[in-house]
């Protein structure tokens, strides 16, 4: 099992800051993924990260991938409400092992 | 809305009692997988069917936990005898058009999921 340790568990912030969450592990990854899940709903799919040092953008939203494909962080730049939820990082799988989030609240 | 559907949303039994949900995935999807999420965790994997074939089961799916997919549509989970600890967020997600026989790791839709309170 590739255990995936998230931080920070929480955050907590005024709209229009940045932040960046990260998502680490001692195991490299062929992929990994970044979901949102809001609160009632199931996770969604943002992002898949594929080659190390790779960066997306999505919006507002920067992912990296790291070099030694060990680990990945997530950037949000000038957050939003609409930025709350829990961010989830996991490798690409059949069955997905998630870690535990990050649990962001954006505040107004 | 991302086409998966489950019910019910919610529900609240006493322990002991049995219960049974239902997901409906997205139609042209032949996989179907089951999670659990508890408070301040992400979801676990708990089983996943390809059409009705159920390929494996996590051992966090208790002997009382069972899944079937009969007809490689729609799904149930039931629980028999719950128990306090079962109480969770139970989430469905399908993947992989009908036309690929066989592709892992496609992009899994969630449904919303069915909350249990077992009192």
């Known amino acids: 099992t590739q255990l995936l340790e998230q931080s920070p568990q929480f955050l907590s912030i005024q709209e229009g800051e940045n932040l960046t969450v990260y998502c680490n592990s001692s195991s490299v990854f062929s992929s990994l993924q970044w979901y949102r899940q809001e609160p009632g709903e199931g996770p969604v799919l943002l992002v898949t990260v594929v080659t190390g040092g790779e960066v997306k953008k999505l919006k507002r939203l920067t992912f990296q991938f790291g070099d030694a494909r060990k680990d990945s962080s997530l950037h949000i730049t000038a957050a939003q409400p609409g930025d709350t939820g829990l961010y989830l990082c996991?490798?690409?799988?059949?069955?997905?092992?998630f870690g535990k989030g990050t649990r962001l609240h954006i505040l107004p | 809305d991302t086409g998966v559907s489950q019910n019910p949303r919610h529900k609240i039994t006493k322990r002991g009692q049995n219960v049974t949900f239902r997901c409906d995935p997205i139609s042209e999807h032949n996989r179907l997988y089951w999670y659990r999420q508890t408070l301040g965790q992400g979801p676990e994997f708990l089983t996943y069917?390809?059409?009705?074939?159920?390929?494996?089961k996590s051992r966090l799916l208790s002997d009382r936990f069972s899944a079937e997919r009969p007809k490689g549509s729609f799904s149930t989970l039931e629980i028999q005898r719950t128990e306090q600890g079962d109480s969770a967020m139970y989430l469905c997600a399908s993947s992989t058009p009908r036309e690929v026989l066989a592709r892992s790791s496609d992009t899994q839709y969630f449904g919303p999921g069915t909350r249990l309170t077992v009192l």
């Open positions: 996991a490798p690409r799988d059949d069955k997905i092992i």
């Open positions: 069917f390809q059409n009705e074939a159920q390929l494996e």
